[in-house]
């Protein structure tokens, strides 16, 4: 009898010990630009198109050959490139994928980016959304392979706090599909904040988890629900998600956080969470666009320097152009642009790695964590800010 106890003590902590190493592995790949399922870009197959809600509608892609498809880490997405015409400036746009890890398709669900309401400049839709939504069954498009480090990190076991906003839910919707597959038993809350039913993307799938699994909890937030929405059945709470609702619904304990919203949204909830205490450690974000959270963290000039330097003054080598830094600014690629330069720029987010410029002279900070690696001795302009006077080559 004690050698079988022996036994199976010993069975399941190899099992143990052969999780944590995959989950290591894993990781440890999602992090790094140089195991990436694929070089460059290949062509993906569009096999499926599903309308999800007003002006969002899911994409499949499959390998045109009918092959498996790299894995990626819940949360990643890929990259996507459009032909332009001749003369014109790239057009590259990352979106995130939105099922769990399968070996025969990617899903991306993708929102039509609509021009302003009051549109007297005649701003045009989305120019990447539109053509996404323009797509056809056997269409094909081509990506880079799937990359970013908002990911559901395999190595942290901690309860989770799920929070999404608008077509945020993307990546939050890989995690959540990956734990209701793998019966994860972690206590899991998940929130999601959207105006109503109509814009109310990945619905029946996202109620389907939480009906199945006891383990998963759901809060859903209309900020302007229509007449006939029920509260209590489309949705849990009338109004926009905030730090109270959280604290409110989430009970004491230890949580791993991962968000990703609007950038105004963002910024609020993750000051909320820091100044209720929660870890900077267990806080990961990903923000739309180029919005930066926490920027009172950003640097500040010192009494000693303020006079000399700061604000920095920013210089291109190729165009002996310059600026003083202006604290307004989001990323330093909104300054090069207020210059009139005509700097590559792709998603604006730190994901695609079109903006790398090289620093020549100086140092800077990012604003965000980038999906995309620089090379040495560039920045990406769209999430930096600079720490000194600086001197760039585009």
């Given amino acids: 009898m004690r050698l079988r106890q022996r036994q199976r003590n010993y069975a399941h902590e190899r099992q143990a010990f052969l999780r944590e190493v995959d989950a290591t592995a894993r990781a440890a790949r999602a992090d790094r630009q140089d195991f990436l399922g694929w070089s460059g870009t290949r ?14 509608k899911s994409i499949y892609l499959t390998d045109p050959d009918g092959g498996s498809l790299p894995r990626f880490e819940p949360g990643q997405y890929i990259t996507c490139h459009f032909e332009t015409a001749a003369g014109e400036k790239p057009l590259v746009r990352c979106y995130s994928l939105s099922d769990r ?5 990617y899903r991306l669900t ?3 980016l609509e021009p302003p309401s009051s549109n007297e400049s005649q701003v045009p839709a989305g120019r990447a959304s539109s053509r996404m939504h323009a797509l056809a069954i056997g269409d094909r498009l081509a990506a880079s392979a799937p990359r970013g480090g908002f990911f559901l990190d395999p190595r942290r076991q901690l309860p989770l706090v799920l929070v999404a906003g608008g077509i945020g839910v993307t990546p939050l ?3 959540l599909a990956e734990l209701a597959e793998t019966n994860d038993s972690r206590d899991v809350y998940f929130f999601y904040g959207v105006r109503n039913s109509c814009e109310h993307p990945l619905r029946e799938q996202i109620e389907e988890f939480a009906a199945e699994h006891a383990n998963i909890r759901m809060c859903v937030a209309y900020s302007q629900p229509l007449p006939d929405d029920r509260e209590g059945g489309d949705y849990q709470l009338r109004g926009r998600l905030s730090i109270e609702t959280i604290h409110r619904v989430v009970p004491a304990g230890q949580f791993d956080y991962y968000l990703c919203g609007p950038g105004e949204m963002m910024e609020q909830l993750v000051e909320g969470l820091l100044a209720s205490g929660v870890p900077e450690e267990r ?12 920027r009172a963290a950003l640097p500040q000039a010192s009494p000693a320097t303020a006079a000399a330097d700061w604000p920095p003054i920013v210089r291109l080598a190729s165009s002996s152009q310059q600026a003083s830094w202006d604290d307004d600014c989001e990323s330093l690629l909104e300054l090069i642009e207020g210059l009139g330069v005509d700097i590559d720029s792709g998603c604006r987010a730190g994901s695609c790695g079109m903006c790398a410029a090289r620093v020549l002279e100086g140092n ?6 980038a999906g995309a690696a620089a090379p040495d001795g560039y920045c990406l302009a769209c999430i930096s800010v600079p720490t000194s006077p600086l001197v760039l080559e585009l």
């Fill in 43 to 56: 062509d993906l197959r569009v096999s499926a198109l599903v309308d999800e809600a007003r002006h969002v």
């Fill in 101 to 105: 890890p399968r070996d025969e398709y």
């Fill in 110 to 112: 993708i929102k039509l």
């Fill in 173 to 175: 919707a890989s995690m």
């Fill in 283 to 294: 806080i990961l974000y990903e923000a739309f666009g180029p919005a930066s959270i926490r």
């Fill in 364 to 369: 800077v900070i990012t604003v965000k964590q």
